[in-house]
């Protein structure tokens, strides 16, 4: 199973980007999906998931502005952020539970700086 984030980069605040995450290895549309997200000293956020059926929770931090979506026929899962803050930078990374282990995507940089 290998999950690859990208699309990470410099904004500045008010910005937007569009993060993907590529899957191989499983039956990608039988899955849910999660992106994380963690910045330097902070624990581990969960930002957004989507269930194999599209069903989308988001935390209240990111609600209104982060857009998690899936592609199923290209084994590809979207985080589109808008209106980007600077406590937004973070490296976010991609996550699925797959036979009771969760793989993980290396990770994208996201900074939102002016």
């Known amino acids: 199973v290998q999950l690859q984030a990208s699309g990470g980069g410099l904004v500045q605040p008010g910005g937007s980007l569009r993060l993907s995450c590529a899957t191989s290895?499983?039956?990608?549309?039988?899955?849910?999906m999660r992106w994380h997200r963690q910045a330097p000293g902070k624990q581990r956020e969960l930002v957004a998931t989507?269930?194999?059926?599209?069903?989308?929770n988001y935390s209240d931090s990111v609600k209104g502005r982060f857009t998690i979506s899936r592609d199923n026929s290209r084994n590809t899962m979207y985080l589109q952020m808008n209106s980007l803050k600077p406590e937004d930078t973070a490296v976010y990374l991609c996550?699925?539970?797959?036979?009771?282990?969760?793989?993980w995507g290396q990770g994208t940089q996201v900074t939102v700086s002016s």
């Open positions: 996550a699925t539970n797959y036979r009771g282990r969760t793989y």
């Open positions: 989507i269930t194999s059926s599209g069903s989308k």
């Open positions: 290895g499983i039956v990608f549309r039988l899955y849910a």
